[in-house]
């Protein structure tokens, strides 16, 4: 594959996760929403990690962090504590005993500030 039709993978993989945060969010499904939100997150972050980088295969990592410090991106401090709330959302939405603590807090006015 070229490095755009890598680049495209990951936007399009991306995009649809968002659709299935959407989805699970609708229907009140929180946790799955949150833990796919990220995971859109971190794909598309892989897109500008292959458009920023040689090559065309990102760190088999799900930090957000560490994926954007190895990008071009120009991101302030505030990103980088969102980022940190963003990551915790893939973890705890992994394991069940973190699941049930992400789940505790991901009540409407969670969802609703944070989307």
């Not at 973190?98 to 609703?112: C, G, P, Q, R, W």
Request: glycine fraction near 6%.
């Amino acid at each position: 594959m070229t490095k755009e039709q890598h680049i495209d993978f990951w936007k399009k993989t991306g995009l649809e996760d968002w659709d299935t945060a959407e989805y699970n969010m609708q229907g009140k499904r929180n946790t799955a929403a949150l833990f796919f939100f990220h995971l859109c997150i971190e794909k598309l972050l892989k897109a500008v990690w292959v458009k920023s980088n040689v090559g065309n295969t990102p760190p088999f990592s799900h930090d957000l962090i560490g994926i954007s410090n190895q990008t071009d991106l120009n991101v302030g401090a505030d990103w980088y504590d969102y980022l940190n709330t963003i990551n915790r959302w893939n973890i705890e939405g992994s394991y069940p005993d973190y699941k049930m603590k992400l789940h505790s807090i991901a009540n409407a006015d969670y969802m609703e500030l944070h989307f």
